[in-house]
T-cell receptor
Framework: ETGVTQTPRHLVMGMTNKKSLKCEQHLGHNAMYWYKQSAKKPLELMFV???????ENNSVPSRFSPECPNSSHLFLHLHTLQPEDSALYLC??????????????FGPGTRLTVL | AQSVTQLGSHVSVSEGALVLLRCNYS??????LFWYVQYPNQGLQLLLK????ATLVKGINGFEAEFKKSETSFHLTKPSAHMSDAAEYFC???????????WGAGTKLIIKP
């Protein structure tokens, strides 16, 4: 595996379910990101981790809970979601957050549908 | 505060024609500017970026963009469109000391045969 991988690629869940999204990067990067991509809207940055520590939480509802056990893995735990949470969730990584011009490398995303 | 405006949610061009995707930004600090491309069912991939130096930046797949400070623009161009260029294109800005990218809403490029 190379680059940034995400599983599952598609997820359908009910409002009372609990599920998790997984992201893994094989690039040796130290920073990882969760984004929400909704149609016709700019990408929304949800969480940022640097060296496994959360450095950003952009007013994301508590029904989204991130976890970064090591610099290669990032999870997004989901519970009691709302239909408006349906979107494409993208994971990205970069060398660090110190280099503001560092390229972010994206995974293919998880298409989430909340019924 | 920084913001990005991409003019046109959809742009349609004929194969072989010039591609022009517009991006305007606002920034209170010298900007760093990026163009990313998203092919169907894939994540975003960096096309090119401007940080400092030469204002005409060349990227992958024959794309280039020019930073025009006076116009606060960073438009993306390609002389001759190919069917494989059909994708969604995103412009983003950040600035010194800020790792967060501010994104435009994207422009979907449609190539007509």
């Amino acid at each position: 595996e190379t680059g940034v991988t995400q599983t599952p690629r598609h997820l359908v869940m009910g409002m009372t379910n609990k599920k998790s999204l997984k992201c893994e990067q094989h690039l040796g990067h130290n920073a990882m990101y969760w984004y929400k991509q909704s149609a016709k809207k700019p990408l929304e940055l949800m969480f940022v981790y640097s060296l496994e520590e959360r450095v950003e939480n952009n007013s994301v509802p508590s029904r989204f809970s991130p976890e970064c056990p090591n610099s290669s893995h990032l999870f997004l735990h989901l519970h009691t979601l709302q239909p408006e949470d349906s979107a494409l969730y993208l994971c990205a990584s970069s060398l660090s957050i110190a280099g503001t011009t560092d390229t972010q490398y994206f995974g293919p995303g998880t298409r989430l549908t909340v019924l | 505060a920084q913001s990005v405006t991409q003019l046109g949610s959809h742009v349609s061009v004929s194969e072989g024609a010039l591609v022009l995707l517009r991006c305007n930004y606002s920034s209170s600090v010298p900007p760093y500017l990026f163009w990313y491309v998203q092919y169907p069912n894939q994540g975003l991939q960096l096309l090119l970026k401007y940080t400092t130096g030469a204002t005409l930046v060349k990227g992958i797949n024959g794309f280039e963009a020019e930073f025009k400070k006076s116009e606060t623009s960073f438009h993306l161009t390609k002389p001759s469109a190919h069917m494989s260029d059909a994708a969604e294109y995103f412009c983003a800005v950040t600035g010194e000391g800020n790792y967060q990218l501010i994104w435009g809403a994207g422009t979907k490029l449609i190539i007509k045969p």
